[in-house]
C-alpha cells in the first residue's frame, strides 16, 4: 500500500474505486474533485483497488500527482482476495476516515462490511450498470442490495435514481447529481485540419469515438455505420480510441470490411484533447450510459455530437438543436444521422457552437462540485469534529 501526500483537514472523505487499467470517466472526477472540496472543509482521497500488476494504475498516479491528488493504492488480486478487507480497514484507520464514498459494486459492498470494525458514514455514486460480462449481473444485483444501507445514493443521471428507488432505496437517499467537466482543460485551440496534421493523420473529415472496447458502447454498429458512408462516396474515416475486451474483434470486423485505411483503433490514448480536436464529429453508439464524461468532453472542445438516445443522454442533447439523437443497435439509423452531419457544415457549426454552451451553462465542473460541497454540508459531515 502506498500514498502520496498527507494533510490533517478533516472531515475525511475516503472516495473508493476498484481500476482496471488507467480508469475511465468516473476517474476523471475522483481525480479532480478535491481541489474543489479542500477549500470548502472537506479533505478527500482517493484509495484505488487494483492488481499490483495492472501498469494502469501508473497512468492514474501520474494524473493524480499533477492535480496534488492524496492517492492509495490497494492491493487487489481478485474476487477471491480477502485481504483487501483487512488492507482496506488499515487506510480507514491510518486517515481516520469519517465517509466512505463508493463508487461501484465492490466497494459499496466493502463500506458494509469496514462499518463494523471502523465507525463511519456511508455515501455511494451511481455511474451507470452496464453488463459486459458473465459475471456482471450478478455484481450489480449485489450493489442493488447494498445501496439500501447507504445513508445517500447519487446517481449521475436520472433512469439512475429510477433505478435505485425501484431497488428499495428511499427517495430521500437518492440525488441526482450529473457529471460536469472542468472547462479549462476542455478548450479547442486548433481547427481539425490543424490537429490532425499535428498527429501525423490523414486530413480529411474525420469521426471519433473513445470509450472501453467493450459490446454495450456499440463500436461494431459505428464501424458499419461509417463503412456505409464510405461506401456511399463520403470522404471520411474513423478514429476509435480505447482499449477492451473487443479489440480483436473489432480489428477482424474493420479487415473483414476493407477499411483499415480508414477506420482506425487507436488503443489507449492519454491526449485525448488533442484527439477531440482532430475530430468533425463525435460519435457515441452505446446501448447503455449513465451520463458519460466523452460526450461532454467533445461537447466542451467545440464538437458536433450524434449520440444513442439512451438514459440520461437526452437531457444533455437537445435533438436538432445542439446535437443528434439515434436510436440505439440501429445501423442505418445511426448512418442516416452521421450521413446529415457529415454533408452540412453549417450545422455542424450550429451544433458545435449549441454543444460548448451547453456544457459552460449547465455542465461545468466547478457547478458539479459546488452542488456535492451543498450535499455534504446539508448531511452535517463536520458533525462536532473540531
Same mark, same amino acid.
Given at each position: 500500500?502506498?500514498? !502520496?501526500?498527507?494533510?490533517?483537514?478533516?472531515?475525511?472523505?475516503?472516495?473508493?474505486?476498484?481500476?482496471?487499467?488507467?480508469?475511465?470517466?468516473?476517474?476523471?472526477?475522483?481525480? %479532480?474533485?478535491?481541489?474543489?472540496?479542500?477549500? @470548502?472543509?472537506?479533505?478527500?482521497?482517493?484509495?484505488?483497488?487494483?492488481?499490483?500488476?495492472?501498469?494502469?494504475?501508473? =497512468?492514474?498516479?501520474?494524473?493524480?500527482?499533477?492535480?496534488?491528488?492524496?492517492?492509495?493504492?490497494?492491493?487487489?488480486?481478485?474476487?477471491?482476495?480477502?485481504? @483487501?478487507?483487512?488492507?482496506?480497514?488499515?487506510?480507514?484507520?491510518?486517515?481516520?476516515? /469519517?465517509?466512505?464514498?463508493?463508487?461501484?459494486?465492490?466497494?459499496?459492498?466493502?463500506?458494509?462490511?469496514?462499518?463494523?470494525?471502523?465507525?463511519?458514514?456511508? +455515501?455511494?455514486?451511481?455511474?451507470?450498470?452496464?453488463?459486459?460480462?458473465?459475471?456482471?449481473?450478478?455484481?450489480?444485483?449485489?450493489?442493488?442490495?447494498?445501496?439500501?444501507?447507504?445513508?445517500?445514493? +447519487?446517481?449521475?443521471?436520472?433512469?439512475? !435514481?429510477?433505478?435505485?428507488?425501484?431497488?428499495?432505496?428511499?427517495?430521500?437517499?437518492?440525488?441526482?447529481?450529473?457529471?460536469? +467537466? /472542468?472547462?479549462?482543460?476542455?478548450? #479547442? =485551440?486548433?481547427?481539425?485540419?490543424?490537429?490532425?496534421?499535428?498527429?501525423?493523420?490523414? %486530413?480529411?473529415?474525420?469521426?471519433?469515438?473513445? &470509450?472501453?472496447?467493450?459490446?454495450?458502447?456499440?463500436?461494431?454498429?459505428?464501424?458499419?455505420?461509417?463503412?456505409?458512408?464510405?461506401? %456511399?462516396?463520403?470522404?471520411?474515416?474513423?478514429?476509435?480510441?480505447?482499449? &477492451?475486451?473487443?479489440?480483436? %474483434?473489432?480489428?477482424?470486423?474493420?479487415?473483414?470490411?476493407?477499411?483499415?485505411?480508414? +477506420?482506425?483503433?487507436?488503443?489507449?490514448?492519454?491526449?485525448?484533447?488533442?484527439?477531440?480536436?482532430?475530430? /468533425?464529429?463525435?460519435?457515441?453508439?452505446?446501448? #447503455?450510459? &449513465?451520463?458519460?464524461? !466523452?460526450?461532454?468532453?467533445?461537447?466542451?472542445?467545440?464538437?458536433?455530437?450524434?449520440?444513442?438516445?439512451?438514459?440520461?443522454?437526452?437531457?444533455?442533447?437537445?435533438?436538432?438543436? $445542439?446535437?443528434?439523437?439515434?436510436?440505439?443497435?440501429?445501423?442505418?439509423?445511426?448512418?442516416?444521422?452521421?450521413?446529415?452531419?457529415?454533408?452540412?457544415?453549417?450545422?455542424?457549426?450550429?451544433?458545435?457552437?449549441?454543444?460548448?454552451?451547453?456544457?459552460?451553462?449547465?455542465?461545468?465542473?466547478? @457547478?458539479?462540485?459546488?452542488?456535492?460541497?451543498?450535499?455534504?454540508?446539508?448531511?452535517?459531515?463536520?458533525?462536532?469534529? $473540531?
Amino acid at each position: 500500500m502506498t500514498a !502520496v501526500r498527507t494533510t490533517t483537514k478533516s472531515p475525511v472523505i475516503l472516495d473508493t474505486r476498484v481500476l482496471s487499467g488507467s480508469g475511465g470517466g468516473p476517474d476523471k472526477t475522483l481525480i %479532480n474533485s478535491p481541489r474543489y472540496l479542500d477549500p @470548502v472543509g472537506y479533505r478527500m482521497i482517493c484509495a484505488y483497488l487494483h492488481d499490483p500488476d495492472d501498469a494502469g494504475f501508473q =497512468t492514474l498516479r501520474q494524473k493524480a500527482l499533477k492535480k496534488n491528488v492524496e492517492l492509495v493504492s490497494v492491493a487487489d488480486r481478485g474476487a477471491l482476495d480477502w485481504k @483487501v478487507v483487512p488492507r482496506m480497514l488499515e487506510v480507514c484507520r491510518k486517515f481516520r476516515v /469519517d465517509v466512505w464514498h463508493g463508487h461501484d459494486y465492490k466497494t459499496n459492498a466493502l463500506g458494509l462490511v469496514l462499518k463494523r470494525f471502523h465507525p463511519m458514514r456511508l +455515501i455511494t455514486t451511481l455511474h451507470g450498470w452496464v453488463h459486459h460480462t458473465g459475471r456482471t449481473p450478478l455484481y450489480y444485483m449485489i450493489d442493488r442490495l447494498t445501496l439500501r444501507h447507504y445513508e445517500k445514493v +447519487i446517481c449521475v443521471s436520472d433512469d439512475l !435514481v429510477a433505478a435505485c428507488r425501484k431497488s428499495g432505496v428511499p427517495g430521500s437517499r437518492c440525488e441526482l447529481l450529473e457529471n460536469g +467537466i /472542468d472547462l479549462g482543460d476542455y478548450r #479547442r =485551440t486548433k481547427t481539425p485540419a490543424d490537429a490532425r496534421q499535428a498527429l501525423d493523420f490523414p %486530413n480529411r473529415l474525420t469521426i471519433g469515438a473513445a &470509450g472501453r472496447l467493450s459490446a454495450e458502447k456499440g463500436f461494431d454498429l459505428l464501424i458499419r455505420a461509417v463503412d456505409q458512408l464510405i461506401k %456511399n462516396g463520403r470522404d471520411v474515416q474513423l478514429l476509435i480510441a480505447g482499449e &477492451g475486451v473487443e479489440k480483436d %474483434n473489432l480489428s477482424k470486423l474493420v479487415g473483414e470490411l476493407g477499411q483499415g485505411d480508414r +477506420i482506425r483503433l487507436l488503443g489507449y490514448r492519454s491526449d485525448l484533447t488533442a484527439l477531440y480536436e482532430t475530430m /468533425d464529429v463525435y460519435a457515441l453508439s452505446s446501448f #447503455r450510459e &449513465g451520463l458519460p464524461n !466523452v460526450l461532454l468532453e467533445a461537447m466542451a472542445m467545440r464538437v458536433p455530437v450524434i449520440s444513442t438516445a439512451v438514459n440520461g443522454i437526452p437531457r444533455l442533447i437537445s435533438h436538432g438543436e $445542439s446535437g443528434e439523437l439515434t436510436e440505439a443497435g440501429s445501423v442505418p439509423a445511426l448512418a442516416a444521422s452521421l450521413d446529415r452531419v457529415v454533408a452540412d457544415e453549417h450545422l455542424r457549426n450550429h451544433y458545435a457552437d449549441a454543444a460548448r454552451k451547453t456544457v459552460e451553462t449547465r455542465y461545468s465542473f466547478a @457547478v458539479r462540485m459546488g452542488k456535492l460541497a451543498r450535499m455534504y454540508d446539508k448531511m452535517n459531515l463536520r458533525g462536532d469534529r $473540531s
